[in-house]
């Protein structure tokens, strides 16, 4: 509902009244990060894994967790949690991660195997599930913000921070080298259905059916899943492309992505992948997203190429679609 100054007073007042009691304490960090209060935000979100309904449970490591000093040779192993949106928006830390001096170990989801190996080259990249090399030290990938004392004043917002397989980019390169599209347009509408907002995240390709009415423009379907199929059937005058079963992992689809002008996507991975390489995305929003979209804003501090389209009110797509066919109309009178 946007009354996050009541949401955090009444988390305050519940934890004076239950101190223990850890779905109070990830709440008010949840509500405290969507305000922007980082400092303490990142305190709180580390109750995350004594929630009993938090979809990643917490690792039973032996080795205990990094507390961000330096590593002194020692191997610190980093891994990914909860959806593959939260693993591409936070590998970012791995630059900073690699100053400190150690031998770093990735692991993450076989989906993003390819991809991060293709960013982190320098070292191993194991598929979670697969056993483990020796390591010293451990951190989950959103334990790092607090490590590093993020704020939104240094967020490390670098981008092209992930890169497609120059190999692979070339591929898609010259598929689409005939194509005389004027913007090629890559969409995804639809994120992962067990996602506790996503009834209010997600759309269908039909409501998408404005921007099918705008000359010139060439889509791409990025969307994964079931609702894939809906790409089969596209909105009346839409020219949409469908390729989607030759994106195996997402470094195929950040290939498919260097080639493109622009993302346009509800918040699902894909728009942190965009991001992530530095093109340009819009992200369509609901009223009440995601804490990492803050409040209001048009912009994004994680990723310079992001534009934020949001709900005016609850359920209001069709006046964030007409914003979005706008916002595109002028970019092809630009080219």
């Not at 991660?97 to 191993?124: D, H, P, S």
């Not at 092209?160 to 080298?177: C, I, S, T, V």
């Not at 020219?239 to 918040?267: G, H, Q, R, S």
């Amino acid at each position: 509902m946007g009354r996050i100054d009541e949401a955090i007073a009444a988390c305050r007042q519940a934890i004076a009244l239950n101190p223990d009691y850890a779905e109070f304490h990830f709440n008010l960090a949840l509500s405290l990060l969507t305000s922007g209060d980082f400092q303490q935000g990142w305190e709180e979100y580390e109750w995350r894994w004594k929630c009993k309904e938090f979809p990643s449970p917490a690792r039973d490591f032996a080795q205990p967790q990094w507390d961000g000093c330096p590593l002194e040779g020692r191997t610190l192993l980093l891994h990914t949690e909860q959806g593959h949106g939260d693993a591409l928006q936070f590998i970012r830390y791995f630059p900073l991660v690699e100053q400190r001096g150690g031998k770093i170990l990735i692991e993450c989801y076989a989906e993003l195997q390819r991809l991060f190996r293709t960013t982190a080259g320098r070292c191993q990249v194991v598929v979670r599930g697969q056993p483990l090399p020796a390591f010293d030290l451990h951190s989950p990938l959103l334990s790092l913000p607090r490590v590093f004392g993020t704020n939104l004043a240094n967020i490390p917002n670098t981008v092209p921070y992930l890169r497609a397989d120059p190999e692979d980019a070339g591929r898609w390169q010259r598929r689409l080298a005939d194509d005389s599209a004027l913007v090629k347009v890559g969409l995804a509408w639809a994120g992962r259905p067990t996602h506790t907002n996503d009834r209010n995240r997600s759309i269908k390709l039909a409501r998408l059916a404005p921007l099918g009415q705008l000359p010139g423009v060439r889509f791409f379907s990025l969307q994964k899943g079931e609702v894939a199929a809906e790409a089969k059937t596209p909105p009346p005058g839409m020219e949409l492309v469908d390729w989607t079963e030759e994106l195996k992992d997402f470094a195929e689809t950040a290939a498919l992505i260097a080639n493109l002008d622009l993302v346009v996507a509800v918040d699902t991975a894909v728009v942190h992948l965009a991001g992530a390489m530095g093109k340009p995305v819009w992200v369509l929003l609901p009223f009440g997203s995601d804490w990492r979209w803050l409040l209001e804003r048009q912009d994004s501090p994680w990723y310079p190429s992001m534009r934020l389209f949001r709900q005016s009110r609850i359920g209001d797509w069709d006046s964030v679609i007409a914003r979005v066919v706008e916002a595109l109309s002028l970019q092809i009178h630009v080219r």
